[in-house]
């Protein structure tokens, strides 16, 4: 958990529809905090302004566009010694699967990736 011993999620996706059901669902049905990012550069000043809060990162593959581009902040984060889940959020199975190579802990779509969050931070 983080310091202030309230879970907090990080959630990443160009699409701000998505990262409003997200953040309604997190807060409303499992009362987890979130912050988000919509770009790869405000993903990384969001990162590293929560590095130590962050319990869950719930990361879409493509921010924007419609090739992985998030492979490197995988990377990045992993050998910055983050060791919590990174959840690969992405609408195509095929890049969930890089994104789990490049060193995502899980892989959900996107509509179950909230639902994954919550599990991960109860324990189940």
Request: net charge negative; aromatic share 8%.
């Amino acid at each position: 958990m983080s310091i202030n011993n309230e879970p907090l999620v990080l959630i990443a996706d160009d699409l701000p529809q998505v990262i409003d059901y997200y953040k309604q669902l997190l807060l409303n049905m499992y009362d987890i905090s979130t912050v988000s990012a919509t770009s790869l550069d405000q993903l990384d000043e969001v990162f590293d302004r929560f590095y130590n809060e962050i319990d869950v990162i719930i990361l879409d593959g493509c921010i924007p566009g419609d090739k992985v581009n998030t492979i490197e902040f995988i990377r990045r984060v992993r050998a910055q010694g983050f060791t919590k889940p990174i959840i690969a959020a992405s609408s195509m199975p095929e890049y969930r699967m890089q994104m789990m190579d490049a060193g995502c802990s899980h892989e959900r779509e996107k509509e179950y990736a909230p639902e994954l969050a919550s599990w991960l931070l109860r324990g189940v």
